[in-house]
């Protein structure tokens, strides 16, 4: 669906912040990409980064939610589509829907395979809701009703157990242990805080 992704370089306070609405779910990735480019390319306020060092980025990726596992088709009624139905049916667009979370899940696990094997997993937040349905779940009914109730599920959502990416699976699952996404957010806080304060003792 969708991301705001935030890329920090920790020693040069550098920081990128992209929006994207659906279908353009690279944006944490594009932001990972850029920043990694411009240590290689060693421009000014990159000069003396060591490209070697992993824990010198931050990613926050805040997903707005997708209805991954709502049954919205089945193999027989498809069976019988159209070329037209596979582009829109009853007011649904199965083949955009399945372009979509196949962008959207390559783009997850690449993130975090490139987190985890480089050993700073702790260093890349994603926080998404994946189980929504219904109206919750649609990107353009901005009711007074369901403005509320998504309101109520980030609510929930920030109470929930941080989650990450099952490399063997490609699903995510709830780290055990681990911290709420509320702690999580405060932890990315707290260094971002500390960060701010090296940078101005300077």
């Known amino acids: 669906m969708g991301h705001m992704a935030t890329g920090f370089d920790k020693r040069k306070g550098k920081t990128d912040v992209l929006k994207n609405a659906r279908l353009a779910d690279i944006c944490a990735l594009l932001a990972i990409s850029e920043i990694r480019n411009q240590i290689r390319m060693h421009t000014d306020e990159f000069a003396d980064v060591d490209p070697t060092?992993?824990?010198?980025?931050?990613?926050?990726?805040?997903?707005?939610?997708?209805?991954?596992?709502?049954?919205?088709?089945?193999?027989?009624?498809?069976?019988?589509?159209?070329?037209?139905?596979?582009?829109?049916?009853?007011?649904?667009?199965?083949?955009?829907?399945?372009?979509s979370n196949a962008i959207s899940d390559m783009v997850d696990y690449h993130i975090s395979t490139l987190f985890q094997?480089?050993?700073?997993?702790?260093?890349?937040?994603?926080?998404?809701?994946?189980?929504?349905?219904?109206d919750a779940a649609s990107v353009d009914i901005a009711t007074t009703q369901n403005l509320q109730r998504l309101k109520e599920i980030g609510a929930e959502l920030l109470k929930k157990k941080e989650s990450r990416v099952n490399l063997n699976t490609g699903k995510y699952e709830e780290i055990e242990g681990g911290r709420t996404n509320e702690e999580a957010l405060a932890r990315f806080a707290t260094l971002l805080s500390k960060e701010r304060e090296n940078r101005q003792t300077k």
């Open 117 to 134: 094997s480089m050993d700073s997993k702790e260093y890349y937040l994603r926080i998404q809701d994946d189980k929504l349905n219904g």
């Open 53 to 99: 060092q992993s824990k010198r980025m931050l990613v926050l990726s805040l997903g707005t939610g997708e209805a991954k596992y709502e049954e919205k088709y089945n193999a027989p009624t498809a069976a019988s589509w159209s070329m037209i139905n596979w582009v829109y049916n009853s007011g649904k667009t199965p083949l955009i829907d399945m372009f």
